[in-house]
């Protein structure tokens, strides 16, 4: 669920657009449900937004270096 940037990195282009959207999907579930009943552990959140921005980094800098 939750990624470092090293494993990240290892991902090929098209499996990190997939992997992104999934995680999207899964924040913008994991939030409502939150909103719902409150989650065990509400950090969950504050950490799989912090992925999806690690995620969504790389591949700006992917975009960067192949222009």
């Given at each position: 669920?939750?990624?470092?940037?090293?494993?990240?990195?290892?991902?090929?282009?098209?499996?990190?657009?997939?992997?992104?959207?999934?995680?999207?999907?899964?924040?913008?579930?994991?939030?409502?449900?939150?909103?719902?009943?409150?989650?065990?552990?509400?950090?969950?959140?504050?950490?799989?937004?912090?992925?999806?921005?690690?995620?969504k980094?790389e591949?700006?800098?992917?975009?960067?270096?192949?222009k």
């Amino acid at each position: 669920m939750f990624m470092k940037i090293a494993e990240i990195r290892e991902l090929a282009t098209s499996d990190l657009v997939e992997r992104v959207e999934a995680e999207v999907n899964n924040y913008k579930h994991m939030v409502l449900n939150h909103a719902i009943s409150p989650l065990e552990n509400p950090t969950q959140i504050k950490q799989l937004r912090r992925t999806i921005v690690r995620m969504k980094t790389e591949l700006r800098q992917r975009e960067l270096n192949n222009k």
